[in-house]
């Protein structure tokens, strides 16, 4: 069964203790994709992905080649850790980024963003932030993940606040669509497990300032009927 490409829209600025699931955005493109396909960048964005070669990005050349068009990351299901691709044109702090993408069934992929590479960990190892990529899971795709870190911070349609000692908390929740200020790498990863593919292209990022105000601790309180998130592991009640 083919899958199209559909548009995640990622808007990422200071928010301390508050965050929210991101809401992937479906856009019906043809899957077979081209480099004559990418298309101009909004106003206000800039092209960090040419569709031709992987210029500018920096990652293991057995995972990750330009096919159709997309940034194309493959694993044969033999994989012992995850792996991922850098952009190498500067960390990003506030901003905003649209990237189409296409994922295999049963592929679990993810963009990485505020991020640290971890070359002590293993080969194009990148630990911090991420906004999930998987097939056949509404509630995963698209949730908040923090890689080699607290894993699970917020599925897909809750809204959640994570108070000082870490802990991710679920105050509200909103329909599904089908924190300290920081900044780092941007980066996209091939999963651990079953054989995969995930493609992505139209990658345009926009860059935000960097004074944007930090909510406290304080300013937003965990209410009294919130609930803990569902730790790594388990599913949803």
């Given at each position: 069964?083919?899958?199209?490409?559909?548009?995640?829209?990622?808007?990422?600025?200071?928010?301390?203790?508050?965050?929210?699931?991101?809401?992937?955005?479906?856009?019906?493109?043809?899957?077979?994709a081209?480099?004559?396909?990418?298309?101009?960048?909004p106003?206000?964005?800039?092209?960090?992905?040419?569709?031709?070669?992987?210029?500018?990005?920096?990652?293991?050349?057995?995972?990750?080649?330009?096919?159709?068009?997309?940034?194309?990351?493959?694993?044969?299901?033999?994989?012992?850790?995850?792996?991922?691709?850098?952009?190498?044109?500067?960390?990003?702090?506030?901003?905003?980024?649209?990237?189409?993408?296409?994922?295999?069934?049963?592929?679990?992929?993810?963009?990485?963003?505020?991020?640290?590479?971890?070359?002590?960990?293993?080969?194009?190892?990148?630990?911090?932030?991420?906004?999930?990529?998987?097939?056949?899971?509404?509630?995963?795709?698209?949730?908040?993940?923090?890689?080699?870190?607290?894993?699970?911070?917020?599925?897909?349609?809750?809204?959640?606040i994570?108070?000082?000692?870490?802990?991710?908390?679920?105050?509200?929740?909103?329909?599904?669509?089908?924190?300290?200020?920081?900044?780092?790498?941007?980066?996209?990863?091939?999963?651990?497990?079953?054989?995969?593919?995930?493609?992505?292209?139209?990658?345009?990022?926009?860059?935000?300032?960097?004074?944007?105000?930090?909510?406290?601790?304080?300013?937003?309180?965990?209410?009294?009927?919130?609930?803990?998130?569902?730790?790594?592991?388990?599913?949803?009640?």
């Amino acid at each position: 069964m083919k899958r199209r490409m559909r548009t995640i829209w990622l808007l990422c600025v200071a928010g301390a203790g508050l965050s929210g699931a991101l809401d992937p955005v479906m856009a019906f493109q043809k899957p077979e994709a081209k480099a004559s396909d990418q298309s101009k960048p909004p106003e206000g964005f800039e092209s960090i992905f040419n569709g031709r070669d992987l210029t500018g990005w920096e990652g293991g050349a057995q995972y990750w080649k330009v096919q159709d068009g997309c940034l194309t990351g493959t694993a044969d299901g033999t994989l012992k850790y995850n792996r991922f691709i850098v952009w190498r044109g500067g960390q990003v702090e506030n901003f905003e980024l649209r990237v189409q993408v296409k994922v295999s069934p049963g592929g679990n992929s993810g963009l990485q963003y505020r991020s640290t590479e971890r070359p002590d960990l293993g080969e194009s190892v990148v630990a911090g932030y991420q906004c999930d990529v998987v097939a056949g899971r509404a509630d995963y795709d698209g949730m908040l993940y923090e890689e080699r870190g607290r894993r699970i911070l917020a599925h897909t349609g809750e809204r959640v606040i994570i108070d000082p000692q870490g802990q991710p908390w679920v105050v509200g929740e909103f329909k599904l669509r089908a924190f300290n200020k920081l900044k780092g790498v941007l980066g996209m990863q091939v999963h651990v497990g079953p054989p995969m593919t995930i493609q992505y292209r139209n990658i345009h990022l926009k860059k935000l300032p960097a004074d944007l105000p930090v909510l406290t601790a304080k300013e937003a309180p965990v209410p009294a009927d919130a609930r803990k998130v569902v730790p790594q592991g388990q599913d949803k009640p």
